[in-house]
């Protein structure tokens, strides 16, 4: 896995059942959704996922549920190997772009008050703090907030085309 840093377009695949062993590698962190659950949602229709593949190797996964036009963005995780080059922007805004094709016009997330990292992904592709749940994470005796974050997806495109 190492030493793959960039993906283009292209290497943006949705994701199918056979995928599974694959992907394997991208979820071994017990944070978020695990492959399995998101596995099953798929299966019963509930969400689609992409990711980003170069060479035929994942190093990337996105998944949103989509129900009218407000898609929620499920989960979204790089491998670690690959952190912190830009593929998660990258990604997200694959990612939104296929969602918007597909006629969504809204986007909702939650995310840990302690993901400082992924907060500031969001932010950068248009998102913006729309509420909290207070100590709607429970792990033993552990609490964390999580913060609901929109995005207005006419809006972000229009500003994409804007030139600003
Ligand atoms: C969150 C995650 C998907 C981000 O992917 P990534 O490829 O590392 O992120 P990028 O390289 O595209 O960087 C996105 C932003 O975060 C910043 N960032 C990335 N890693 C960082 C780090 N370790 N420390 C500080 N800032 C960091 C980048 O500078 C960038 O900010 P900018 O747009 O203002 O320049 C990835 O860290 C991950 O898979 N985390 C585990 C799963 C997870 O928490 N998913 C989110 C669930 S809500």
Same mark, same amino acid.
């Given at each position: 896995m190492e030493g793959i840093v960039r993906a283009a377009a292209g290497d943006l695949r949705s994701i199918a059942p056979a995928d599974e062993p694959a992907l394997v590698d991208l979820y071994l962190e017990q944070t978020g959704p695990s492959l399995g659950f998101l596995m099953t949602l798929m299966g019963q229709g509930r969400c689609q996922g992409w990711t980003l593949a170069p060479a035929g190797r994942p190093v990337a996964a996105i998944w949103f549920s989509l $129900? +009218? /036009? &407000? /898609? &929620? *963005?499920? +989960? $979204?995780?790089?491998?670690q190997s690959s952190r912190n080059r830009g593929l998660g922007r990258q990604l997200l805004s694959l990612g939104l772009r296929t969602l918007a094709g597909m006629g969504a016009r809204t986007c909702h997330l939650e995310v840990r008050r302690s993901n400082a990292v992924a907060q500031r992904l969001y932010q950068h592709c248009g998102f913006v703090e729309s509420g909290c749940r207070r100590d709607y994470y429970r792990s033993g005796q552990t609490r964390e907030d999580a913060i609901l !974050?929109? *995005? +207005? !997806? &006419?809006? /972000?495109v229009a500003d994409e085309y804007s030139g600003d």
């Open positions: $129900i +009218d /036009a &407000e /898609a &929620e *963005l499920l +989960d $979204i995780r790089v491998h !974050m929109t *995005l +207005d !997806m &006419e809006a /972000a």
